[in-house]
C-alpha cells in the first residue's frame, strides 16, 4: 500500500485534541482520510474538527458508550471505518508514599479500560468487514520499567499484551494491530508536572509529535501481506 492508497479512507482517532493524537490527525488528512476525532477538551476538538473537515465526539472515552458512537458517527458521516488510533491516554507517576491512588485508579480506566473497549469495538467491526487496521499508543513504558513509573508502565504493558494476542488472533485475516511505542514526547501529557520530565534526563530534543505520526504513516502504507506488530521510536539522547 502507498500513501495514495490512505486517500477517500476513513481513521477515528481519540485523544485527538493535542500531541500525538492531533499530529496524526494532521498527517491523515494531509493524506486524503476522513477523520473521526475525539478528545474531553471541547474547544480544542471543535477547533482541529474544523481546520480537518473531520466529524468530532467530544466526551470522556471511559464512557462506555463512546467506542460505539465513535463507530457509528464513521459510518453515518462517511459510509466507512478503516483505521482506529487508540491513543487517549494520562500518565501519573509519583513514590510509594506520595503516588495518588485513585490518579492511578483513573489511569487504568483511560489506559487500560477505555483502550480495551475501543479496540475490541472496532475489531469486531473490522472482523465483521474482513479489513482494518487497529493502532493502539502504547509506550517505551510498555516494554521496560522504571521506578515511580510503574502503574503508567502496567498500563502500557497490558496493551502490549492485548495487542500481541489480537494480532495472532487476528493472523491470516486482513485486519492488522500495530503498537506505536513512543519515548519521551513533547506533548501536553506531562502539563501537571512543574517541568517537563526531558529536563530531569538531560534530553534536549525531546520526540515532536509529528515524529510519531511519521511512524503511524508507515505502519498504515505497508503492502497487504506485511505487518508491524509494533514500532519503537525513541529521541536519540534517550538512555532506556
Ligand atoms: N508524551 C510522551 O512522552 C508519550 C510517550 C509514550 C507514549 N505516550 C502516549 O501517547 C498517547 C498520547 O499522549 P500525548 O503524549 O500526545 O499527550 P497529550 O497531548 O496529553 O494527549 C493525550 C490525549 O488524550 C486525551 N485524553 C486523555 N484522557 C482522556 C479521556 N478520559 N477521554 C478522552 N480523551 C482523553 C487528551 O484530550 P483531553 O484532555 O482533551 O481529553 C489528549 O487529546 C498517550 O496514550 C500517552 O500515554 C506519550
New binding site residues.
Partial sequence: MQTSDLHGKVAVI?????????AVAQALHGLGMRLVL????PA??EELGRELQAAVVP????DPAIPGRLLDTALQSFGRCDVVLN?????TSGTVEDIDIEAVCAMVR??VE?TFRVAYTFVRHFQSQGRGHLVN?????GTKVRPFAGAYCGT?SAIEALSEALRLELAGTAVAVTCVE????L?????DLPEHPAKGMGINH?LR?EDVARCVVFALTQPEHVRIPRIMVLPGEHQI
Fill in positions: 481519540t485523544g485527538a485534541s493535542s500531541g500525538i493524537g492531533r475525539n478528545a474531553r477538551r480544542l476538538l466526551g470522556d472515552v471511559t491513543n487517549a491516554g494520562v500518565i483511560v489506559n477505555a499508543t502504547s509506550s517505551v513504558l502500557k513512543p519515548g519521551l514526547a506533548t501536553d501529557l506531562h502539563r525531546p509529535p
